[in-house]
């Protein structure tokens, strides 16, 4: 799940915006914070604890054992994997949910998350911002196109239909990109709620936002002066 001036990446910040690590451990009334941690940003690339994250993140609090029972681990694997995510600050120990006080309950930690802009990542942090970007991109198209198959064989379930989908292009200057995020996340906030507040009949929903600055099309002043053959291709290509 996650800039000053440049394009914001999917998960990783440029200079436009910072993107959140994840856009579920955003909240609203939290300050955004900075990954700038090597090893805290380390924590959260591990795929199988992003798998755990996205699990509470869907289906609320939950053992360690419920965790391997779910995504198909063992238990020790998940108790350290949840010990690595509760240091650095992903998660925490939730309320008993069952009465049963020996057994650990653990849950998100909400906050505004935010990695470095890529031009002021190390060398380090980039091949790791890389491999976090990867595995969640996966994740996340996986579970999409899970959870769209189950709807369309349950047809009379209302929220069948609930998978809107946008792609667009639109022209923008680089503070106005920062703007159009900040509106964003601004907007994603105004409907968090606590589950207290939360409406009957309300689900939880997973937001992702993807933004990328294509490649310019514009020549330089030298190509237009010269009107080299490679901008002719480029004017004539329909793509």
Same mark, same amino acid.
């Given at each position: 799940m996650?800039?000053?001036?440049?394009?914001?990446?999917?998960k990783e910040p440029t200079e436009a915006?910072?993107?959140? +690590?994840?856009?579920?451990?955003?909240? +609203?009334?939290?300050?955004?914070?900075e990954l700038s941690d090597l090893a805290a940003v380390n924590a959260l690339a591990q795929p199988r604890r992003q798998r755990m994250l996205q699990h509470l993140t869907v289906h609320g609090p939950a053992t360690s054992?419920?965790?391997?029972? +779910? *995504?198909?681990?063992?238990?020790?694997?998940?108790?350290?994997?949840?010990?690595? *995510?509760?240091?650095?600050?992903f998660v925490e120990e939730a309320?008993?949910?069952?009465?049963?006080?020996?057994?650990?309950?653990?849950?998100v930690v909400p906050g505004d998350r935010r990695f470095p802009p890529r031009s002021r990542q190390t060398p380090e942090m980039r091949h790791v911002m890389d491999e976090l970007n990867h595995h969640a991109y996966a994740a996340d198209l996986e579970l999409f196109e899970q959870l769209q198959r189950? +709807?369309?064989?349950?047809?009379?379930d209302p929220w069948a239909d609930a998978f809107p989908y946008s792609r667009s292009a639109i022209r923008l200057t *680089?503070?106005?990109?920062?703007?159009f995020f900040e509106e964003y996340i601004a907007l994603l906030n105004r409907y968090k709620r606590a589950e207290g507040e939360t409406p009957p009949g309300a689900r939880t929903v997973l937001t992702r936002f993807l933004a990328f600055p294509a490649a310019s099309t514009e020549p330089d002043d030298t190509s237009r002066a010269l009107g080299s053959d490679a901008d002719n291709r480029k004017e004539a290509d329909p793509s």
């Open positions: 996650p800039q000053e001036p440049g394009a914001p990446g999917p915006a910072h993107t959140p +690590a994840a856009n579920e451990l955003s909240e +609203a009334g939290h300050a955004p914070i054992a419920m965790l391997a029972r +779910a *995504l198909g681990l063992n238990t020790g694997a998940t108790s350290y994997h949840l010990r690595e *995510l509760a240091r650095y600050g309320d008993d949910s069952t009465g049963h006080g020996r057994e650990r309950w653990w849950r189950d +709807a369309g064989e349950a047809p009379d *680089l503070p106005e990109l920062r703007e």
